[in-house]
Protein backbone atom coordinates (compact mmCIF):
# COMPACT_ATOMS: atom_id res chain seq x y z
CA UNK A 1 0.00 0.00 0.00
CA UNK A 2 1.46 3.36 -1.27
CA UNK A 3 1.02 6.47 1.39
CA UNK A 4 -0.03 9.74 -0.11
CA UNK A 5 3.60 11.21 0.73
CA UNK A 6 4.79 8.34 -1.69
CA UNK A 7 2.08 9.10 -4.73
CA UNK A 8 3.46 12.86 -4.19
CA UNK A 9 6.88 12.05 -4.85
CA UNK A 10 5.99 9.30 -7.88
CA UNK A 11 3.88 12.35 -9.44
CA UNK A 12 7.03 14.62 -8.84
CA UNK A 13 9.32 12.14 -10.33
CA UNK A 14 7.08 10.84 -13.36
CA UNK A 15 4.80 13.82 -14.03
CA UNK A 16 1.65 11.06 -13.85
CA UNK A 17 -0.20 8.92 -11.67
CA UNK A 18 -2.54 6.26 -12.36
CA UNK A 19 -6.37 7.02 -12.11
CA UNK A 20 -6.46 4.83 -8.96
CA UNK A 21 -3.43 6.89 -7.64
CA UNK A 22 -5.30 10.32 -8.49
CA UNK A 23 -8.10 9.42 -7.03
CA UNK A 24 -6.58 8.48 -4.18
CA UNK A 25 -4.97 11.43 -3.86
CA UNK A 26 -7.55 13.86 -4.34
CA UNK A 27 -9.88 12.49 -1.89
CA UNK A 28 -7.96 11.74 1.02
CA UNK A 29 -5.21 14.27 1.73
CA UNK A 30 -4.61 15.22 5.67
CA UNK A 31 -2.28 18.06 6.19
CA UNK A 32 1.07 16.22 6.45
CA UNK A 33 -0.02 15.22 3.00
CA UNK A 34 -0.89 18.64 1.98
CA UNK A 35 2.38 20.13 3.58
CA UNK A 36 4.36 17.53 1.57
CA UNK A 37 2.62 18.80 -1.65
CA UNK A 38 3.11 22.15 -1.23
CA UNK A 39 6.84 21.81 -0.25
CA UNK A 40 7.63 19.83 -3.14
CA UNK A 41 5.66 21.85 -5.61
CA UNK A 42 7.25 24.88 -4.48
CA UNK A 43 10.55 23.30 -4.90
CA UNK A 44 9.56 22.69 -8.14
CA UNK A 45 8.58 25.95 -9.26
CA UNK A 46 11.86 27.63 -7.92
CA UNK A 47 13.97 24.92 -9.82
CA UNK A 48 13.05 26.98 -12.56
CA UNK A 49 11.87 30.61 -12.26
CA UNK A 50 13.50 30.97 -8.58
CA UNK A 51 11.09 33.34 -6.44
CA UNK A 52 9.79 35.18 -9.18
CA UNK A 53 6.00 36.16 -9.27
CA UNK A 54 5.10 37.43 -12.87
CA UNK A 55 2.45 40.08 -13.12
CA UNK A 56 0.05 40.26 -15.73
CA UNK A 57 -1.72 43.08 -16.39
CA UNK A 58 -5.48 42.17 -16.92
CA UNK A 59 -7.73 44.25 -19.61
CA UNK A 60 -11.49 43.30 -19.68
CA UNK A 61 -12.25 45.27 -22.39
CA UNK A 62 -15.87 44.22 -23.61
CA UNK A 63 -18.62 42.21 -21.43
CA UNK A 64 -21.20 41.66 -24.46
CA UNK A 65 -20.81 38.14 -24.76
CA UNK A 66 -22.86 35.59 -27.71
CA UNK A 67 -22.78 32.76 -25.25
CA UNK A 68 -25.04 31.62 -22.44
CA UNK A 69 -22.94 29.40 -20.39
CA UNK A 70 -24.66 28.62 -17.37
CA UNK A 71 -21.51 29.53 -14.87
CA UNK A 72 -21.10 32.79 -16.38
CA UNK A 73 -22.37 36.07 -15.06
CA UNK A 74 -21.90 37.55 -18.46
CA UNK A 75 -23.65 35.30 -20.55
CA UNK A 76 -26.00 36.79 -23.12
CA UNK A 77 -28.99 35.81 -21.04
CA UNK A 78 -28.25 37.75 -18.16
CA UNK A 79 -30.70 40.67 -18.89
CA UNK A 80 -28.92 42.88 -15.59
CA UNK A 81 -25.56 43.44 -16.97
CA UNK A 82 -25.00 46.75 -18.01
CA UNK A 83 -22.65 46.52 -21.35
CA UNK A 84 -20.09 48.01 -22.23
CA UNK A 85 -17.37 48.24 -24.62
CA UNK A 86 -13.80 49.80 -24.36
CA UNK A 87 -12.38 51.60 -27.55
CA UNK A 88 -9.13 50.99 -28.85
CA UNK A 89 -7.99 54.43 -27.58
CA UNK A 90 -9.09 53.04 -24.01
CA UNK A 91 -7.20 50.30 -24.14
CA UNK A 92 -4.34 51.46 -25.40
CA UNK A 93 -4.24 54.09 -22.12
CA UNK A 94 -4.66 51.07 -20.20
CA UNK A 95 -1.68 49.51 -21.43
CA UNK A 96 0.22 52.83 -21.49
CA UNK A 97 -0.49 53.14 -17.99
CA UNK A 98 0.26 49.30 -17.37
CA UNK A 99 3.83 49.80 -18.95
CA UNK A 100 4.54 52.81 -16.92
CA UNK A 101 3.89 50.71 -14.06
CA UNK A 102 6.43 47.92 -15.59
CA UNK A 103 3.89 45.67 -16.78
CA UNK A 104 5.38 44.16 -19.54
CA UNK A 105 2.62 41.21 -20.31
CA UNK A 106 -1.13 42.90 -21.48
CA UNK A 107 -3.85 40.24 -21.08
CA UNK A 108 -7.02 41.20 -22.96
CA UNK A 109 -10.22 39.64 -21.87
CA UNK A 110 -13.77 39.67 -23.34
CA UNK A 111 -16.85 38.08 -23.90
CA UNK A 112 -17.38 36.41 -27.19
CA UNK A 113 -17.92 39.58 -28.44
CA UNK A 114 -18.21 40.10 -32.81
CA UNK A 115 -18.30 43.47 -32.73
CA UNK A 116 -14.76 43.31 -32.30
CA UNK A 117 -13.79 41.40 -36.00
CA UNK A 118 -10.58 40.12 -36.29
CA UNK A 119 -8.98 42.41 -38.48
CA UNK A 120 -9.98 44.98 -35.44
CA UNK A 121 -8.27 42.50 -32.97
CA UNK A 122 -5.25 42.59 -35.04
CA UNK A 123 -5.03 46.22 -35.16
CA UNK A 124 -5.05 46.62 -31.37
CA UNK A 125 -2.66 44.03 -31.06
CA UNK A 126 -0.66 45.88 -33.67
CA UNK A 127 -1.18 48.78 -31.86
CA UNK A 128 -0.37 47.66 -28.17
CA UNK A 129 3.03 46.11 -29.49
CA UNK A 130 3.78 49.44 -31.39
CA UNK A 131 3.32 51.30 -27.74
CA UNK A 132 4.88 48.67 -25.55
CA UNK A 133 7.31 47.11 -27.64
CA UNK A 134 9.08 44.82 -25.87
CA UNK A 135 5.86 43.24 -24.22
CA UNK A 136 3.72 40.15 -24.41
CA UNK A 137 0.07 40.40 -25.42
CA UNK A 138 -2.48 37.71 -24.29
CA UNK A 139 -5.78 36.88 -25.97
CA UNK A 140 -8.70 35.61 -23.88
CA UNK A 141 -11.86 36.41 -26.30
CA UNK A 142 -13.16 32.43 -26.67
CA UNK A 143 -13.38 30.34 -29.45
CA UNK A 144 -12.53 31.61 -33.43
CA UNK A 145 -11.79 29.93 -36.31
CA UNK A 146 -7.73 28.93 -36.95
CA UNK A 147 -7.98 31.87 -40.03
CA UNK A 148 -9.00 33.92 -36.63
CA UNK A 149 -6.33 32.65 -34.65
CA UNK A 150 -3.70 33.31 -37.53
CA UNK A 151 -4.80 36.39 -38.02
CA UNK A 152 -4.42 37.53 -34.47
CA UNK A 153 -1.06 35.83 -34.21
CA UNK A 154 0.61 37.28 -37.41
CA UNK A 155 -0.83 40.59 -36.09
CA UNK A 156 2.36 40.08 -32.93
CA UNK A 157 0.36 38.46 -30.20
CA UNK A 158 2.02 36.03 -28.37
CA UNK A 159 -0.29 34.02 -25.83
CA UNK A 160 -3.85 32.79 -26.15
CA UNK A 161 -5.88 31.76 -23.04
CA UNK A 162 -8.84 29.29 -23.67
CA UNK A 163 -10.15 26.99 -20.59
CA UNK A 164 -11.71 23.48 -21.68
CA UNK A 165 -13.38 24.18 -18.65
CA UNK A 166 -14.12 20.28 -18.59
CA UNK A 167 -12.80 17.39 -21.21
CA UNK A 168 -15.44 15.17 -20.46
CA UNK A 169 -18.33 15.39 -23.02
CA UNK A 170 -21.05 14.72 -20.79
CA UNK A 171 -20.33 17.25 -17.96
CA UNK A 172 -19.44 19.73 -20.57
CA UNK A 173 -22.76 19.81 -21.95
CA UNK A 174 -24.47 20.48 -18.27
CA UNK A 175 -22.40 23.58 -18.23
CA UNK A 176 -22.86 25.11 -21.72
CA UNK A 177 -25.67 25.30 -24.07
CA UNK A 178 -25.57 22.65 -26.99
CA UNK A 179 -24.32 24.61 -29.61
CA UNK A 180 -21.05 24.67 -27.35
CA UNK A 181 -19.01 21.39 -27.79
CA UNK A 182 -15.87 20.43 -26.34
CA UNK A 183 -14.72 18.74 -29.70
CA UNK A 184 -14.95 22.69 -31.06
CA UNK A 185 -13.15 23.49 -27.52
CA UNK A 186 -10.31 21.61 -27.77
CA UNK A 187 -10.17 22.44 -31.82
CA UNK A 188 -9.40 25.59 -30.98
CA UNK A 189 -6.84 24.53 -28.53
CA UNK A 190 -5.11 22.61 -30.72
CA UNK A 191 -5.13 25.16 -33.64
CA UNK A 192 -3.40 27.83 -31.22
CA UNK A 193 -0.87 25.11 -29.99
CA UNK A 194 -0.22 24.88 -33.43
CA UNK A 195 -0.26 28.25 -34.61
CA UNK A 196 2.83 28.72 -32.71
CA UNK A 197 0.92 30.57 -29.36
CA UNK A 198 1.44 30.12 -25.59
CA UNK A 199 -1.54 28.38 -24.76
CA UNK A 200 -3.21 28.79 -21.55
CA UNK A 201 -6.13 25.80 -20.41
CA UNK A 202 -7.58 25.11 -17.29
CA UNK A 203 -11.28 24.55 -15.47
CA UNK A 204 -13.17 25.85 -12.59
CA UNK A 205 -12.57 23.70 -9.18
CA UNK A 206 -15.97 22.54 -7.47
CA UNK A 207 -18.25 23.52 -11.03
CA UNK A 208 -21.78 22.00 -10.96
CA UNK A 209 -21.97 18.40 -11.49
CA UNK A 210 -17.56 18.13 -11.67
CA UNK A 211 -16.85 14.75 -10.26
CA UNK A 212 -13.24 12.98 -9.16
CA UNK A 213 -13.15 11.82 -12.38
CA UNK A 214 -13.64 14.67 -14.28
CA UNK A 215 -10.96 16.00 -13.09
CA UNK A 216 -9.15 13.08 -13.05
CA UNK A 217 -9.73 13.53 -17.12
CA UNK A 218 -8.63 17.18 -17.48
CA UNK A 219 -5.50 16.44 -15.55
CA UNK A 220 -4.96 13.34 -18.47
CA UNK A 221 -5.65 15.81 -21.09
CA UNK A 222 -3.37 18.65 -19.59
CA UNK A 223 -0.83 16.01 -19.31
CA UNK A 224 -1.07 15.26 -22.89
CA UNK A 225 -1.59 18.74 -24.06
CA UNK A 226 1.25 19.82 -22.72
CA UNK A 227 -0.20 23.77 -22.36
CA UNK A 228 2.10 26.57 -21.49
CA UNK A 229 -0.10 28.24 -18.77
CA UNK A 230 -3.67 26.73 -16.83
CA UNK A 231 -5.68 28.91 -15.21
CA UNK A 232 -7.55 27.14 -12.49
CA UNK A 233 -9.93 29.04 -9.98
CA UNK A 234 -12.67 28.02 -7.74
CA UNK A 235 -16.19 28.34 -9.18
CA UNK A 236 -18.21 30.91 -7.64
CA UNK A 237 -22.21 31.66 -8.29
CA UNK A 238 -23.20 34.66 -9.51
CA UNK A 239 -26.95 35.19 -8.39
CA UNK A 240 -28.30 36.01 -11.97
CA UNK A 241 -27.45 32.70 -13.14
CA UNK A 242 -29.48 29.19 -13.54
CA UNK A 243 -26.09 27.87 -11.32
CA UNK A 244 -27.08 30.59 -9.15
CA UNK A 245 -27.73 28.20 -6.09
CA UNK A 246 -25.12 25.86 -6.59
CA UNK A 247 -22.23 25.59 -4.18
CA UNK A 248 -18.65 27.69 -4.86
CA UNK A 249 -15.51 25.20 -5.58
CA UNK A 250 -13.45 25.12 -2.17
CA UNK A 251 -9.90 26.84 -1.10
CA UNK A 252 -8.67 23.12 -0.27
CA UNK A 253 -9.52 21.39 -3.49
CA UNK A 254 -8.31 24.68 -5.50
CA UNK A 255 -4.82 24.40 -3.52
CA UNK A 256 -4.75 20.73 -3.88
CA UNK A 257 -4.76 21.13 -8.04
CA UNK A 258 -2.29 24.01 -7.88
CA UNK A 259 -0.05 21.50 -6.41
CA UNK A 260 -0.48 18.67 -8.47
CA UNK A 261 -0.54 20.90 -12.02
CA UNK A 262 2.84 22.05 -11.01
CA UNK A 263 4.47 18.85 -10.23
CA UNK A 264 2.74 17.39 -13.37
CA UNK A 265 3.90 20.57 -15.87
CA UNK A 266 6.71 21.50 -13.93
CA UNK A 267 7.29 24.70 -16.14
CA UNK A 268 4.20 25.83 -16.22
CA UNK A 269 2.89 29.40 -16.00
CA UNK A 270 0.20 29.16 -13.42
CA UNK A 271 -1.64 31.83 -11.83
CA UNK A 272 -3.19 32.47 -8.66
CA UNK A 273 -6.10 33.61 -9.57
CA UNK A 274 -8.93 36.63 -8.68
CA UNK A 275 -11.36 33.92 -7.93
CA UNK A 276 -9.39 32.06 -5.57
CA UNK A 277 -8.84 35.43 -3.78
CA UNK A 278 -12.42 36.23 -3.60
CA UNK A 279 -13.29 32.91 -1.84
CA UNK A 280 -10.53 33.43 0.82
CA UNK A 281 -9.22 37.00 1.96
CA UNK A 282 -5.31 35.01 1.40
CA UNK A 283 -6.53 32.91 -1.36
CA UNK A 284 -3.49 34.33 -3.79
CA UNK A 285 -0.73 34.14 -1.12
CA UNK A 286 -2.12 30.09 -0.52
CA UNK A 287 -2.14 29.47 -4.19
CA UNK A 288 1.40 31.00 -4.83
CA UNK A 289 2.49 28.64 -1.66
CA UNK A 290 1.17 25.89 -3.48
CA UNK A 291 3.32 26.23 -6.50
CA UNK A 292 1.36 29.25 -8.32
CA UNK A 293 4.17 31.89 -9.95
CA UNK A 294 1.85 33.95 -11.89
CA UNK A 295 -0.76 36.85 -10.54
CA UNK A 296 -3.10 38.52 -12.99
CA UNK A 297 -4.05 42.47 -11.50
CA UNK A 298 -6.56 44.25 -13.02
CA UNK A 299 -5.53 47.11 -15.18
CA UNK A 300 -9.35 47.88 -16.54
CA UNK A 301 -10.87 51.48 -15.84
CA UNK A 302 -12.28 51.18 -12.17
CA UNK A 303 -15.74 52.43 -13.76
CA UNK A 304 -15.73 49.20 -16.12
CA UNK A 305 -14.63 46.60 -13.47
CA UNK A 306 -18.17 45.48 -12.11
CA UNK A 307 -19.59 45.67 -14.45
CA UNK A 308 -17.28 42.66 -15.85
CA UNK A 309 -18.46 40.30 -13.07
CA UNK A 310 -18.11 36.50 -14.08
CA UNK A 311 -19.05 35.60 -10.37
CA UNK A 312 -20.66 37.31 -7.18
CA UNK A 313 -17.99 38.91 -4.89
CA UNK A 314 -15.45 39.25 -7.49
CA UNK A 315 -12.63 41.55 -5.42
CA UNK A 316 -10.42 44.46 -6.36
CA UNK A 317 -13.27 46.32 -8.53
CA UNK A 318 -12.88 49.74 -6.93
CA UNK A 319 -8.96 50.25 -6.32
CA UNK A 320 -7.06 51.90 -8.68
CA UNK A 321 -4.10 49.87 -10.34
CA UNK A 322 -1.42 51.85 -8.54
CA UNK A 323 -3.11 50.55 -5.12
CA UNK A 324 -3.95 47.52 -6.53
CA UNK A 325 0.09 47.11 -7.79
CA UNK A 326 0.83 48.26 -3.93
CA UNK A 327 -1.21 45.52 -2.07
CA UNK A 328 -0.70 43.08 -4.61
CA UNK A 329 2.95 43.69 -4.65
CA UNK A 330 2.51 43.16 -0.99
CA UNK A 331 0.72 40.02 -0.95
CA UNK A 332 3.45 38.53 -3.16
CA UNK A 333 6.66 39.64 -0.82
CA UNK A 334 4.19 38.32 2.51
CA UNK A 335 5.17 34.78 1.12
CA UNK A 336 8.60 34.93 0.35
CA UNK A 337 8.32 35.80 -3.19
CA UNK A 338 9.16 38.54 -5.65
CA UNK A 339 7.02 40.34 -8.05
CA UNK A 340 8.65 40.79 -11.43
CA UNK A 341 8.43 42.63 -14.15
CA UNK A 342 9.19 41.49 -17.28
CA UNK A 343 7.02 39.48 -20.31
CA UNK A 344 7.76 36.40 -18.22
CA UNK A 345 7.24 33.85 -21.19
CA UNK A 346 7.25 30.15 -20.71
CA UNK A 347 11.10 28.90 -19.82
CA UNK A 348 12.68 28.10 -23.41
CA UNK A 349 9.66 28.86 -25.67
CA UNK A 350 10.69 30.41 -29.19
CA UNK A 351 8.45 32.14 -30.93
CA UNK A 352 8.10 30.71 -34.48
CA UNK A 353 8.44 33.60 -37.39
CA UNK A 354 5.30 35.64 -38.72
CA UNK A 355 4.35 33.83 -41.69
CA UNK A 356 4.40 38.31 -42.94
CA UNK A 357 8.30 37.72 -42.07
CA UNK A 358 9.06 35.01 -43.76
N1 LIG B 1 -14.85 34.60 -23.24
C1 LIG B 1 -13.52 34.20 -22.83
C2 LIG B 1 -13.22 34.60 -21.42
C3 LIG B 1 -14.05 33.89 -20.42
S1 LIG B 1 -13.92 34.45 -18.78
C4 LIG B 1 -13.39 32.70 -23.04
O1 LIG B 1 -14.36 32.08 -23.43
O2 LIG B 1 -12.32 32.17 -22.85
C5 LIG B 1 -12.57 33.49 -18.21
C6 LIG B 1 -12.88 32.30 -17.35
O3 LIG B 1 -13.63 32.67 -16.21
C7 LIG B 1 -13.71 31.22 -17.98
O4 LIG B 1 -12.96 30.41 -18.82
C8 LIG B 1 -14.28 30.47 -16.78
O5 LIG B 1 -13.52 29.31 -16.47
C9 LIG B 1 -14.16 31.50 -15.65
N2 LIG B 1 -15.49 31.76 -15.05
C10 LIG B 1 -16.63 32.12 -15.66
N3 LIG B 1 -17.66 32.14 -14.80
C11 LIG B 1 -17.16 31.79 -13.60
C12 LIG B 1 -17.73 31.59 -12.29
N4 LIG B 1 -19.02 31.77 -12.07
N5 LIG B 1 -16.89 31.24 -11.29
C13 LIG B 1 -15.59 31.07 -11.50
N6 LIG B 1 -15.00 31.20 -12.70
C14 LIG B 1 -15.78 31.56 -13.73
New binding site residues.
Partial sequence: MKTNIERIDKLCENRILSRKDFAILLTSMDNEDEEHLFKTARAVREKYYGKKVFLRGLIEFTNY?K?D?Y???IRRGNKNVVRYRLSDEEIFDCCDNGYKLSFRTFVL????DMFYSDEHIARIVEGIKKRCPDSAVTL????RSRKSYQTFFDAGADRY???Q?TSDPSHYAKLHPKELTIETRKRCLDDLKDIGFQVGC???VGSPYQTVDNIIDDLFYMHDFEPHMV?I??????SD?P?RDKKAGTLADTLHLLGIIRLMLPKVLLPATT?LGTIHPTGREMGLSAGANVVMPNLSPTGVREKYT??DGKICVGDEINNCLLCLEQRIKSVGYIPTAGRGDFIGFKRKQNLTDI
Fill in positions: CNCYCGQGGESVGELLREGIMGGPFIPHTFALY
